[in-house]
């Protein structure tokens, strides 16, 4: 009862790893006064930025430290160094697995096989790894369940904002008939700068600029990013079995600056809007740009901050407003989840 | 886990009571296949309403008809009717105290008393009684903490719109330094018809005309029921230990429809927003009219709904928006905590 001191494995160590890292650098005598939550961060494994295994535990500060330093932990100075991913997966000396390797849409790797060895092996899992979840979520489930242990992923869905512990827990016992929400915050950013006068190109250059967009934007300006969380919350939440194929998806290319400011003289505004909707027991998904009425629920979504509302049958619609990405903002999802956790374990 | 059979007592039976045994009523099947969640309602108690105990459990549907045909459940067919208050609290045959007696931010009785002892005989109990909570949390808080039991009471800020559970539970181990909100839904429904250009004495009339203002409206349109929410937040959220006297109020009724329309003219809208503060480690706690820039998050919540925003650390302001009143409502949040006691403890 509040006691048991949780060894934690975390397999990969890029933006979401290190910005988990960093809170529970910052945050661990809060922990445990607010929570009781006691731990050991045992092993990392990261085939770049290096693997570290030391059963005594590793020192959060000094991982930092050296990522800040030196770009990896290669030289970290105890532990084994030789462990991988799998080996975590499979150890006796681990509780919970935090897998935050980057998402494969197609095939789900490495995290997929990440996640099945580590429920196999009976290990509670955390991720914020979109791929395994939309790909495999059935499955994974009925092996948590199984196992007796518990697959959570706050972060595949507007990272920190909670959108499926609100959704499931918070909200637990309400029907959803329809989900509404502005998921990408890359195109929401470049919807905003269009609506302050940019062009499509201008827009998206600057939001490459400040690291919104990658080099190649197309997962997210094509709707892609948006419709693997539409897969999730149809999955997830209303109990769909789709995959990113049945998404009727459209992206924000075809957006011009005049369709922009003809939406804008109509008391509109064109927002990239993903929908989910179950009708007769059928789960349906699409990701396009609509345009809304500014008194709508997601009209005042500007910028990089993304949205969801819930249309259920005793509240009525519920919207929730927060981050959608952000190392420290995903991190902190990988944190709830783990003090879920340990919250039903106490 | 999962074939244990809740026993519910309920204490209250008037528009919350009625609210909750209502979903009851029309989600019995899908509480087990969902949540594998079993229970029996083996008592309620009502001094106005009636007062009925059923060791092999009440029949919803027969209780709501009673209600709906005679406004009482005293014909109830079966069972033992001189049951009181007291004795469901103390009952061997009961787990969970469900206590919706009205609110009374002076003395917190009933509810307080219930509460109490509904702990001090090891019961969970879960409430949308604002006074009890307002008054007495931490007293309650350790009691259930000591018994083991659990005290939950979403329903007491912003109906079944997540608040304390999104607060303490979905977004567990962020820091919440500060927390703003609408949570009148009477007075801002009351703005909402100003600035549609009624007078303050026209949109009360309409409020009490559609049932959102009580005759005597004190408590609403001057900053009373916001305080007490505000104090709940203050205690529980944040780990403040203030009273409603603390708090600085100040009502709506002074708001002219000139104020209203000046605002509008400065890109700003006239909201009554409750506001709790950490700083220094000290909590302190307001409600007041203000005016907000119209890109503020709660600016465009309109009519008699309700939004909470949280400004936390790590994820920077979220915002929940939804429903701040009304029996199937706060129906809904006694059951999510039910769903709650049923999730932890299996």
């Known amino acids: 009862m509040g006691e048991k001191v949780w060894r934690i494995g975390l397999i990969g160590f890029g933006n979401v790893g290190q910005g988990f890292v960093r809170i529970l650098a910052s945050k661990k005598e809060v922990l445990y006064d607010r929570y009781k939550f006691r731990y050991k961060l045992v092993a990392i494994a990261d085939p770049v930025k290096g693997s570290v295994y030391d059963p005594e535990g590793l020192d959060e500060k000094k991982l930092i430290e050296l990522i800040e330093k030196e770009g990896n932990i290669k030289s970290y100075p105890r532990g084994k160094k ?9 150890s006796g000396d681990i509780d919970i697995v935090v897998e935050v390797t980057p998402t494969n849409v197609e095939t789900g790797e490495p995290g997929l096989t990440h996640i099945r060895e580590a429920l196999k092996h009976g290990k509670h899992v955390v991720t914020s790894n979109k791929g395994p979840i939309a790909l495999a979520y059935p499955e994974l489930k ?20 909670p959108s499926l512990n609100l959704s499931l827990e918070a909200m637990a016992g309400v029907d959803i008939n329809k989900i509404e929400g502005i998921v990408n915050g890359t195109t929401n950013f470049i919807l905003t700068k269009m609506e302050e006068g940019m062009s499509y190109e201008e827009a998206l250059k600057e939001a490459q600029r400040l690291g919104y967009a990658e080099a190649d934007p197309t997962a997210d300006v094509e709707g892609w990013d948006a419709a693997v969380k539409a897969v999730i919350l149809a999955n997830v939440v ?15 290319t075809k957006i011009t600056l005049e369709d922009v400011k003809d939406a804008l003289k109509n008391g509109q505004r064109i927002k990239l809007i993903a929908r989910v909707i179950k009708e007769d027991n059928k ?6 740009p609509e345009r809304i009425s500014l008194s709508h629920p997601l009209a005042n979504v500007m910028g990089a901050t993304n949205a969801l509302t819930f249309y259920t049958d005793h509240l009525g619609p519920v919207t929730i ?16 989840d783990i003090l879920a956790i340990h919250r039903y374990s106490s």
Chains 1, 2 share one sequence.
């Not at 789960?283 to 396009?288: G, H, N, Q």
Request: glycine share 16%; net charge negative; hydrophobic share 40%.
């Open 142 to 161: 009925r092996l948590a369940d199984e196992k007796g242990v518990m697959l959570r992923f706050e972060g595949t869905v507007l990272s920190g904002t």
């Open 82 to 90: 030789d462990i991988d991913s799998l080996t975590v997966c499979r």
């Open 321 to 336: 407003i927060g981050p959608g990405a952000g190392r420290v903002e995903t991190g902190q999802a990988i944190l709830t």
């Open 283 to 288: 789960v349906r998904a699409s990701v396009k």
């Open 238 to 252: 209303m109990g769909g079995e789709i995959t990113i194929k049945d998404v009727e998806r459209e992206g924000i």
